[in-house]
């Protein structure tokens, strides 16, 4: 059985600074690594969150692995939809 990370930032619709602030929070309270995850639309929103705590607030924390992928999802009708999804993974 896998081991169920902790530090694990899902990336929706709030603005950016709220998932920074909850990244540096990870980061503070001891983490070695944070993992930045969205899907959809809210991939750019992950993608910046990542570049501010990178250059603005922890400038020596490295974007160590990117994975993209797709999920397929299955809406109220029934249809099924493919939506891309990011996870990104800082370290210290």
């Known amino acids: 059985m896998a081991e169920k990370n ?3 930032i899902f990336v929706g ?9 909850a990244v540096i929070t990870q980061f503070h309270n001891g ?5 930045i995850k969205a899907r959809g639309r809210a991939i ?5 969150v990542a570049e ?8 020596d924390i490295k974007a160590e692995n990117i994975q993209l992928g797709t999920e397929e ?6 249809n099924k939809l493919n939506v891309s ?7 210290k």
Do not use: C, H, W
């Open 13 to 21: 619709s709030k603005p950016p600074m709220n998932y920074v602030l």
């Open 31 to 35: 983490a070695k690594e944070v993992e």
């Open 85 to 91: 999804t990011i996870t990104i993974k800082l370290k």
């Open 6 to 8: 902790e530090n694990v």
């Open 73 to 78: 999802i299955q809406t109220e009708q029934g």
């Open 52 to 59: 501010i705590v990178k250059n603005k607030f922890m400038p």
């Open 44 to 48: 750019s929103r992950a993608v910046d």
